[in-house]
């Protein structure tokens, strides 16, 4: 199931407290119909939009938009390179 599945799973606040959506640990379990290398730890920016991963996932689906919430690009490294 997990070759062809993108699965996200993270939180949405980085701290409770201060209510900080910055620096979010997120995983994506699966290959995406081997569009995603699994197995490799990447860490972007922490200024970088989490639409930017949602953007970039869309773009493994077929699914080609100009921009998605408040992305600023696709993700370098979400795909088979």
């Known amino acids: 199931i997990l070759d062809n599945s993108m699965i996200v799973y993270g939180g949405g606040?980085?701290?409770g407290n201060r209510h900080n959506h910055e620096d979010l640990p997120t995983i994506i379990a699966g290959k995406g119909g081997k569009m995603?290398?699994?197995g490799y730890r990447r860490i972007y920016r922490r200024e970088t939009p989490m639409s930017n991963?949602?953007?970039s996932m869309?773009?493994?689906?077929?699914?080609h938009v100009e921009n998605f919430g408040d992305s600023t690009g696709r993700l370098n490294g979400l795909d088979l390179g």
């Open 13 to 15: 606040l980085c701290d």
């Open 53 to 55: 991963m949602f953007l």
């Open 58 to 63: 869309m773009d493994n689906m077929g699914v």
């Open 36 to 38: 995603i290398k699994p």
